[in-house]
């Protein structure tokens, strides 16, 4: 039992960790707390229209979100046009879209902050602008109140900001990392050189301690064989007298 438990354990911190299962529970999250409301409150100021429709609107603007790792601008683009024609096709000027409306659009606001690079990211977030700005400005010249519109323009704003501002870190941080490591590469090639120079070194006065010290044997062997064979001469030579 207590094996099984753990199994468990680390399979949810598995899934946990796995961005891609973050962003599948973010959108289906979305999807299931959008039906709830949606179902929950049927041809009302907050959902005109059918329940069929919103849901479908609804559904189509949020799943895109499960993919943001794979086509960050594409879905980005996909949600802001989904929740536009939502919008467009069943809320009256006047009236605010709905919670889960807002939410995906922080949402496709804040992708386009922190995973597009370069230019694509700009002219992603200049065409998005372009059609947001003006759709919101046209709400508050039909009667939404500016209340419920600038407040909702500042906090998209702010999603690309924080989204952005978290890229660019992510970013310093990979080159603080890449760099950490080209030092301490660099520091293991230098020690590794001096091991081998030190190794070399050492081999160096060992062979010089040996050598001479071979030379001094052959010259004490050289000196003990004259000097024995000097011996034997003055002995022959008392002999003979």
């Not at 090639?189 to 071979?214: G, M, N, P, Q, Y």
Request: charged content about 20%.
């Amino acid at each position: 039992m207590p094996l099984v438990r753990f199994k468990g354990v680390t399979l949810v911190r598995r899934l946990v960790r796995n961005r891609a299962f973050r962003d599948f529970s973010w959108a289906a999250a979305v999807v299931v707390i959008g039906v709830i409301d949606i179902t929950s409150h049927p041809h009302s100021e907050s959902f005109p229209g059918s329940v069929a429709a919103n849901v479908a609107f609804l559904v189509g603007s949020a799943l895109p979100l499960a993919f943001r790792r794979y086509w960050p601008a594409t879905v980005a683009v996909m949600v802001v046009a989904g929740v536009t024609l939502w919008d467009a096709a069943l809320y009256p000027p006047q009236n605010q879209a709905s919670f889960e409306a807002f939410l995906m659009m922080l949402a496709a606001s804040y992708i386009l902050g922190a995973d597009p690079r370069g230019k694509r990211q700009r002219w992603t977030t200049v065409g998005v602008g372009c059609v947001i700005l003006p759709g919101w400005l046209f709400s508050v010249g039909v009667g939404q109140s500016p209340g419920d519109v600038f407040p909702a323009l500042v906090f998209t704003i702010l999603a690309w900001v924080v989204g952005y501002t978290l890229r660019r870190r992510r970013e310093q941080e990979a080159i603080a990392r890449a760099r950490a490591d080209g030092l301490a590469f660099e520091r293991g090639r230098v020690a590794a050189e001096a091991t081998i120079e030190e190794r070399s070194r050492i081999a160096r006065e060992l062979h010089d301690v040996v050598a001479h010290s071979l030379s001094v044997m052959v010259v004490q062997a050289s000196a003990e064989r004259r000097a024995s064979a000097v011996g034997n001469g003055d002995a022959a030579s008392t002999a003979a007298v």
